[in-house]
């Protein structure tokens, strides 16, 4: 059975750093592309990074690049975003998702929430 | 980026009707990559479809997606109880990965 648990929300100040975490069992971890997407309180789904099997290769969305990075260890089966510089509008439940071979979204965590405030 | 447009905004029906929703995008979207997903409260996502009209695994027969280039339907041919949620259109033919909005399905 496909796993993914999402840890490390939480409160920050405006500015500040966190980093998420998603611990994934009952796939073959490195051998798919994992992304993050988060959703705003109230509000719909928005994907903000993804990283393929190796981690050789990343994107992002426009409203994080250069404040977040995805990364990934393959021998913890662990998929990480590192978020620096936060913002209120970060404020969101975050996701990592499995993604499929044609990159659509067959498993979502439960998600972890972030809220950015002072 | 691809912008997609759902419709309606909230739908509200009874059990054993007939449900449509409707997802279109800004340009045609290549090999037909657009996915749905279900969405209790305080749920994640679940997939329902993928290239717009292949079911997921374990989703029953009543759902059902359609359309090509711009131009999305996700039905629900018989609504049980458990099927009223948000549900949200995805396309993953460009980078980046759009959704929509979402059509919230409520019980009239």
């Known amino acids: 059975e496909v796993q993914l648990v999402e840890s490390g929300g939480g409160l920050v100040q405006p500015g500040g750093s966190l980093r998420l975490s998603c611990a994934a069992s009952g796939f073959t971890f490195s051998a798919h592309a994992m992304s993050w997407v988060r959703q705003a309180p109230g509000k719909g789904l928005e994907w903000v990074s993804a990283?393929?099997?190796?981690?050789?290769?990343?994107h992002y969305a426009d409203s994080v690049k250069g404040r977040f990075t995805i990364s990934r260890d393959n021998s913890k089966n662990t998929l990480y975003l590192q978020m620096d510089s936060l913002r209120a509008e970060d404020t969101a439940i975050y996701y990592c998702?499995?993604?499929?071979?044609?990159?659509?979204?067959?498993?979502w965590g439960q998600g972890t929430l972030l809220t950015v405030s002072s | 980026e691809i912008v997609l447009t759902q419709s309606p905004g909230t739908l509200s029906l009874s059990p054993g009707e007939r449900a449509t929703l409707s997802c279109r995008a800004s340009?045609?979207?290549?090999?037909?990559?657009v996915a749905w997903y279900q969405q209790k409260p305080g749920q994640a996502p679940r997939l329902l479809i993928y290239?717009?009209?292949t079911r997921a695994t374990g989703i029953p027969d009543r759902f059902s997606g359609s359309g090509s280039g711009t131009d999305f339907t996700l039905t629900v041919s018989r609504l049980e109880p458990e099927d009223f949620a948000v549900f949200y259109c995805?396309?993953?033919?460009?980078?980046?990965?759009?959704f929509g909005r979402g059509t919230k399905l409520e019980i009239k």
């Open positions: 998702a499995k993604e499929t071979v044609e990159t659509y979204f067959d498993y």
């Open positions: 990283i393929s099997g190796s981690g050789r290769t990343t």
């Open positions: 290239g717009a009209s």
């Open positions: 995805h396309q993953y033919s460009n980078s980046p990965h759009t």
């Open positions: 340009q045609s979207v290549r090999s037909n990559n």
